[in-house]
């Protein structure tokens, strides 16, 4: 096995060089405000602002120094200290032994398989099935898709032949949500694999990805648990097709800049992960903490948490930022986007009960503080708008003037000030806009990628488009993000429900339920800031908008039509699409084929107590175990309901009960078969 060149311990200079970068950058912008305020001393509405002001500079620092660095390396095209570069030869231990775990609640059936499929053929194009076997934990509480999932199963099974084994389990009660459906995978067959790889219901990765990661975790002893980024895929989309563009675009910086600092001290994201297993079960037993959701109980977001307790005994977790061949969906709306960063807050928000838990390493503690400050950031800007509108109205008291007619865009600061604020705006505005600037350069350093975003005029307009598009829904995205924080605050919980990930329109009542409120204050604060204070009205324009316009811009945004056409001129393109890589050409072929499970007429409840090999399958895949007698006059009752009404009557949970009980089932698949025929009451339920 190789080791790495500078003895397993990451260079000790890039965390101060780099967090001495952020703190210069934000004290420097903080000092240039805190001098125009210094004119008559600092009232306690400018010392809010000052606070504010730097919090939201230290923020907005740390992003854009990783942007700046990751820069810097990418455009080297050289990092001697990258995970990636220590990859231990071929063969591999025959005890090398993966599983891939995809955990699944409610999900399409029909993609998650394809999905699966696609991942095993790129294996077996690669050679490395010897090395990887797959599993199927299900929590899916829904009948339909319950015995959908089983069919699938089966038909993946005939497909691939026994080449990969591939094992399906639908757990009885999912306690615990997706932390206890991997640790019921952990304690019942995590022993016989040294790794184990995390995928997510939407994931998709190359085979030859896959059996690089086994090939890191084989060279490196004390490596945990390592990381590959997802690059979004396979939406149509105007809104997913730009963010696709975005992250494929700006993403490459960013992770090559966070890797800079954390190294060894990698975060997990939750999927496209490989960890090793011993090390996972022996050191990431979650508490429950203390109190109610949303702050207490079962941890949400336990994959930060997961990571830092890796660390804090030891191991080492690592992103592999430079590695391709990891996929993964958004969602295809900005509701849907909402609904899932709307999960994530609460998550992350609960994390304030863990960042002072003993024994975090300090980068660990930074990584929970980030995922907090990235819900909180979006309310303190907020606050700061507001205040620097109060702010603006009592100076206007002031009778001083600042513009010169209603349309001049730059204000006429006191001499002595002007240009220490001129020189706040364009720091500001640097930070925020050079990394775009800094990841469309670093594209046009090289043409055979260029080609496929389109060649360099079509991929710079798609980049000024992304741009247009983001600021438009920076506002949209601050007033969701901080009516979240408020709820969480308050203690409003939320129903963890299946994400939403096929492509649709949103539709006007839908885009009013969710942006009436947004375009309610984006048209007050217009009306307040014009006529109070109008100077101050010009520059909250870019903000106003939109809110103003989130209605048809949420519309417009999940627009199909709009998506297929800046691909067809090869807009807003990303070289997945222009050039395929086979994982993904196999998705498209299967989800585009003719699938006769997905044309069934009857209901899979329905197939379950009359199909004869749907029924046996079914039967052979339920645990055994026994009934109390009040649970079986309980069935007992279901099934004389189902008999003479019919299985409307039914609700989800009582069709689940029949469905987990053999005995039920028998006693239904015979009646069934021994009625004269399929009519009466009876055909109710087979129709």
Not at 127 to 139: G, K, T
Not at 250 to 278: C, D, K
Not at 427 to 450: D, G, N, S
Not at 453 to 480: C, N
């Amino acid at each position: 096995m190789s080791c790495f060149t500078y003895s397993g311990s990451p260079p000790r200079w890039r965390r101060p060089i780099f967090f001495t970068l952020v703190i210069l950058t934000a004290l420097f912008a903080v000092t240039l405000l805190a001098s125009v305020y210094q004119k008559d001393g600092l009232s306690p509405l400018e010392i809010a602002l000052l606070i504010l002001y730097a919090i939201l500079m230290a923020w907005i620092s740390f992003s854009f120094w990783a942007a700046v660095i990751g820069f810097i390396l990418q455009i080297r095209d050289s990092d001697r200290f990258a995970i990636s570069n220590q990859v231990a030869p071929l063969p591999l231990d025959g005890e090398a032994r993966v599983a891939l775990v995809m955990p699944v609640y409610n999900e399409d059936p029909r993609r998650v398989f394809a999905g699966l499929e696609s991942i095993c053929l790129d294996l077996l194009r690669n050679d490395a099935q010897s090395h990887f076997d797959l599993f199927i934990l299900s929590d899916t509480r829904d009948p339909e898709l319950w015995i959908e999932e089983e069919l699938r199963w089966q038909k993946l099974n005939r497909t691939l032949q026994g080449k990969i084994q591939i094992f399906y389990r639908n757990r009885k009660e999912n306690s615990a949500r997706k932390v206890g459906n991997i640790k019921d995978y952990i304690h019942r067959w995590g022993g016989a694999y040294r790794y184990t790889l995390i995928l997510d219901a939407d994931s998709v990765m190359r085979g030859d990805t896959l059996l690089k990661m086994l090939r890191i975790m084989e060279a490196n002893p004390k490596l945990a648990l390592l990381q590959v980024p997802p690059a979004p895929v396979g939406k149509e989309s105007l809104f997913a097709r730009i963010l696709q563009f975005a992250s494929s675009v700006y993403g490459p910086i960013f992770t090559a800049g966070l890797n800079y600092w954390q190294m060894a001290e990698g975060n997990y994201w939750g999927h496209n992960a490989i960890f090793r297993t011993r090390a996972f079960s022996e050191t990431c037993g979650l508490p429950r903490l203390p109190g109610e959701e949303p702050f207490g109980g079962e941890i949400f977001s336990h994959d930060f948490i997961e990571a830092a307790m890796l660390r804090r005994a030891g191991w080492q977790v690592w992103l592999a930022y430079d590695m391709t061949g990891s996929y993964e969906e958004l969602p295809p709306t900005l509701i849907d986007y909402a609904k899932r960063d709307r999960r994530w807050c609460q998550g992350n928000l609960q994390h304030t009960k863990l960042f002072f838990a003993k024994g975090w390493h300090p980068i660990n503690r930074l990584h929970l503080g980030m995922g907090i400050m990235s819900y909180l950031a979006s309310p303190l800007w907020m606050l700061f708008l507001v205040l620097t509108g109060v702010d603006a109205y009592l100076r206007s008291q002031q009778q001083q003037v600042y513009f010169f007619g209603h349309y001049t865009l730059f204000p006429t600061w006191p001499e002595t000030y002007s240009v220490e604020m001129g020189t706040v705006l364009v720091v500001t505005l640097v930070m925020l806009f050079l990394p775009k600037i800094l990841a469309i350069t670093l594209l046009l350093t090289r043409p055979e990628q260029l080609k496929e975003y389109g060649g360099a005029l079509r991929a710079t307009l798609s980049v000024l488009l992304e741009t247009v598009i983001s600021v438009l829904l920076a506002p949209v995205l601050m007033l969701f993000q901080s009516k979240f924080v408020v709820a969480i605050l308050l203690r409003s919980n939320i129903n963890w429900a299946t994400q939403q990930r096929d492509d649709h329109q949103t539709g006007l009542l839908d885009a009013m339920a969710a942006h009436a409120g947004h375009t309610l204050l984006g048209l007050t604060a217009a009306w307040v800031s014009y006529y109070y204070v109008n100077n101050f009205f010009w520059w909250l324009i870019p903000v106003l908008l939109g809110m103003v316009l989130s209605i048809p811009l949420s519309m417009v945004l999940s627009n199909l039509n709009l998506g297929k056409l800046l691909h067809k001129y090869r807009f807003c393109l990303i070289p997945e699409e222009s050039n395929p890589p086979y994982v993904l050409q196999q998705l498209h072929r299967l989800m585009q084929q003719k699938d006769p499970l997905h044309l069934a007429e009857q209901s899979r409840f329905s197939q379950v107590l009359i199909d004869p090999p749907i029924h046996a399958l079914h039967l052979s895949m339920l645990p055994s175990g026994s009934n109390s007698k009040r649970q079986q006059h309980h069935l007992s009752g279901l099934i004389y309901q189902l008999l003479e009404e019919g299985e409307e009557s039914l609700t989800i949970k009582e069709k689940r009960a029949l469905l987990s009980d053999r005995d039920a089932l028998r006693k239904l698949h015979l009646t069934t078969w021994s009625l004269p025929a399929l009519d009466g009451d009876f055909g109710r339920v087979v129709v």
